[in-house]
């Protein structure tokens, strides 16, 4: 147990030191090229073209990270909602009361009503987007 779990540590702190690696290449890959692309512009126009240019760039960079954290987040939410509904109808307090009010309806009234039910179950799942079919090459 203990040599399992020195072996995961292990491996996550080689992990994050490789990437603490690569992010600091990454960071003075863009420090050089935002340096080449300012002096490029300044040449061509002037200093505050090129930070104009350069700060626009970097400003449609953050706001489709953050349009993509965002999507990120709102699926997350989905599929923990749907993970959410899943369990209210594995609780046993759910159940056993559904059972109760079919007992208490009775088979002649809880039939209709468990084919109504049935039925806007169905048109739901059929209207979610994502539950799409999956679509073959035929």
């Not at 600091?24 to 090229?33: G, I, S």
């Not at 806007?120 to 073959?136: E, G, M």
């Amino acid at each position: 147990m203990a040599s399992t779990l020195r072996g995961r540590l292990d491996r996550t702190f080689k992990h994050l030191l490789c990437e603490t690696i690569a992010v600091a290449a990454a960071v003075t890959a863009l420090f050089f090229f935002s340096l080449a692309a300012y002096a490029l512009i300044s040449e061509r126009y002037n200093a505050i073209v090129a930070s104009l240019v350069l700060g626009a760039a970097y400003l449609i960079v953050t706001l489709a990270a953050l349009l993509w954290l965002r999507l990120l987040r709102r699926k997350e939410a989905n599929r923990d909602a749907a993970v959410g509904a899943a369990q209210l109808l594995q609780d046993p307090m759910i159940v056993s009361t559904g059972l109760e009010v079919l007992r208490l309806l009775g088979s002649r009234k809880a039939a209709p009503l468990a084919v109504l039910l049935a039925g806007v179950l169905i048109a739901a799942s059929r209207f979610d987007p994502k539950s799409k079919p999956s679509q073959s090459g035929s």
